[in-house]
C-alpha cells in the first residue's frame, strides 16, 4: 500500500471542526508542510490540541494567526502573544493543561484507559468540574483521556510503509500522538525506502501511520 499522498490530498482529510493533535515543541519539528497545506487549504473551526501555543509565524502559531482555531489544548501558550490576544478577545478558547497531565492524557486516549489519576492541580482551580478520588489516604483527580479526529506529525525519517524514527528530543509528543487519533498524517523530513530504517530506530510503527507527505512539498 502506497501511503504516500501530495499534499493537498492529505489536508483535505482535515475537515471543519475537526479535533488535531500537532506534535512539536515551542515549533521544534512541528510539521511545517502540512500547517502551511492547512492554512492555504482554510479550513477552520478547529480544536489543536498541541503542547503550545508556538510562536508567531511558525508551527501552530499560523493556524492562529490565519484565524482557523476555535479551541486550543495546550500546556501554556505564554511565547505566542497573539493567543492571549485571541484569548481575551473572546476569538479563542483555551484549556490549559499541566504538561505532565497533558502527556499522560493523550497517552491514555492512545491505550485504551479511562483516564489517569494524578495529585497535580489538587486545592487548585485545575479542579473545577473534576472528579476527585482519594486513594490510601491522598486525593488525585481523574483526567480523562484526549483522542483527535486526525494527528499530524513530522518524522525525522520515515519509509514508505509509514515506519517513523524521531531524531533526539523531537520525538516530544509525536509517539503518544501517533496512537491517539483516528487518523494520522506523518510528514517525512527524510523519505526512504523500507528496509533503509533500521528496525531498532522504529519509535512509531508503520501500524499506526495513515497518509506520509514529503516535508517541503509542492502545495
Known amino acids: 500500500m502506497n501511503k504516500v499522498i501530495p499534499l493537498e490530498q492529505a489536508v483535505a482529510l482535515v475537515k471543519e471542526g475537526a479535533t488535531v493533535m500537532i506534535n512539536g515543541f515551542m515549533a521544534v519539528k512541528t510539521p511545517e508542510t502540512l500547517i502551511d497545506g492547512l492554512v492555504a487549504q482554510g479550513t477552520g473551526s478547529l480544536t489543536v490540541i498541541s503542547n503550545d501555543a508556538s510562536v508567531q509565524g511558525k508551527g501552530v502559531g499560523k493556524l492562529l494567526s490565519a484565524g482557523l482555531i476555535r479551541k486550543l489544548v495546550a500546556s501554556h501558550i505564554?511565547?505566542?502573544?497573539?493567543?492571549?490576544?485571541?484569548?481575551?478577545?473572546?476569538?479563542?478558547?483555551?484549556?490549559?493543561?499541566?504538561?505532565?497531565?497533558?502527556?499522560?492524557?493523550?497517552?491514555?486516549?492512545?491505550?485504551?484507559?479511562?483516564?489517569?489519576?494524578?495529585?497535580?492541580?489538587?486545592?487548585?482551580?485545575?479542579?473545577?468540574?473534576?472528579?476527585?478520588?482519594?486513594?490510601?489516604?491522598?486525593?488525585?483527580?481523574?483526567?480523562?483521556?484526549?483522542?483527535?479526529?486526525?494527528?499530524?506529525?513530522?518524522?525525522?525519517?520515515?519509509?514508505?510503509?509509514?515506519?517513523?524514527?524521531?531524531r533526539g528530543t523531537t520525538k516530544n509528543f509525536s509517539i503518544v500522538m501517533a496512537m491517539a487519533a483516528d487518523l494520522v498524517i506523518a510528514e517525512a523530513e527524510k523519505l526512504v525506502e523500507p528496509g533503509d530504517l533500521d528496525p531498532d530506530l522504529v519509535m512509531t510503527p508503520s501500524l499506526f501511520v495513515d497518509h506520509i507527505v514529503v516535508a517541503g512539498g509542492a502545495l
Open 78 to 166: 505564554g511565547l505566542n502573544p497573539e493567543a492571549a490576544t485571541r484569548m481575551h478577545a473572546g476569538n479563542l478558547e483555551v484549556e490549559l493543561i499541566p504538561q505532565g497531565t497533558l502527556a499522560e492524557r493523550i497517552r491514555c486516549g492512545g491505550s485504551g484507559l479511562g483516564g489517569v489519576l494524578t495529585p497535580t492541580g489538587v486545592g487548585t482551580s485545575v479542579e473545577e468540574g473534576k472528579e476527585k478520588l482519594v486513594v490510601d489516604g491522598r486525593e488525585y483527580l481523574l483526567e480523562k483521556p484526549l483522542r483527535a479526529d486526525v494527528t499530524l506529525l513530522r518524522g525525522s525519517v520515515v519509509d514508505t510503509l509509514g515506519n517513523v524514527y524521531y
